[in-house]
T-cell receptor, first 111, second 110 residues
Framework: SQTIHQWPATLVQPVGSPLSLECTVE??????LYWYRQAAGRGLQLLFY??????ISSEVPQNLSASRPQDRQFILSSKKLLLSDSGFYLC??????????FGSGTRLTVV | GQQLNQSPQSMFIQEGEDVSMNCTSS?????WLWYKQEPGEGPVLLIA?????ELTSNGRLTAQFGITRKDSFLNISASIPSDVGIYFC??????????FGPGTSLSVIP
């Protein structure tokens, strides 16, 4: 069966520090992968999605970047975090044309 | 761009009551999805709808794909405390992307 792993679960980082959040999927090949941010427990904002290795689409201009170095690995990064980057980050995967399966999320607090 | 509206924004109900929430859009979608998110967790898919007019149940949950393809509703019968959470509707905007509504927060009073 397919599973999605996301880590860490919680993270507290100082302003200006770098960020790397990792997401991996097991049990499927060539999934579509997504990064979402959720502020204050409401509203899912799509940040990036990828339909294949090295293919990244950005939905909103921001301080973050994404990379997909392997078929089932999706990384969310920042060189210098801002206070406004705080939030709940969710990774998701889908087989094209079907619903999404979400990871358990990373709670990021920038202090 | 494409947007989804959900109503109500929040609900406070007594245990045992039925719940109804809906989702509307100015755009047509080919797939409607309903998710539930509990605090500190990622959303979990409850029901997927793939055809206009489709009515699908999952236990006490029933969802329908509106005939105009611009709306969907979710009903929960005989609510229980574990139904608490945020319910998101989502529409498939393209082969690759799903658009999420802002969510309906449900609180159940025992």
């Amino acid at each position: 069966s397919q599973t999605i792993h996301q880590w860490p679960a919680t993270l507290v980082q100082p302003v200006g520090s770098p960020l790397s959040l990792e997401c991996t999927v097991e049990g499927t090949s060539n999934p579509n992968l997504y990064w979402y941010r959720q502020a204050a427990g409401r509203g899912l904002q799509l940040l990036f999605y990828s339909v294949g290795i090295g293919q990244i689409s950005s939905e909103v201009p921001q301080n973050l970047s994404a990379s997909r170095p392997q078929d089932r690995q999706f990384i969310l990064s920042s060189k210098k975090l801002l206070l406004s980057d705080s939030g709940f980050y969710l990774c998701a995967w889908s087989v094209p044309g079907y619903g999404y399966t979400f990871g358990s999320g990373t709670r990021l607090t920038v202090v | 761009g494409q947007q989804l509206n959900q109503s109500p924004q929040s609900m406070f109900i007594q245990e045992g009551e039925d719940v109804s929430m809906n989702c509307t859009s100015s755009s047509i979608f080919n797939t409607w999805l309903w998710y539930k998110q509990e605090p500190g967790e990622g959303p979990v898919l409850l029901i997927a709808l793939y055809k206009a007019g489709e009515l699908t149940s999952n236990g006490r949950l029933t969802a329908q794909f509106g005939i105009t393809r611009k709306d969907s509703f979710l009903n929960i019968s005989a609510s229980i405390p574990s139904d608490v959470g945020i319910y998101f509707c989502a529409g498939r905007a393209s082969y690759d992307k799903v658009i999420f509504g802002p969510g309906t927060s449900l609180s159940v009073i025992p």
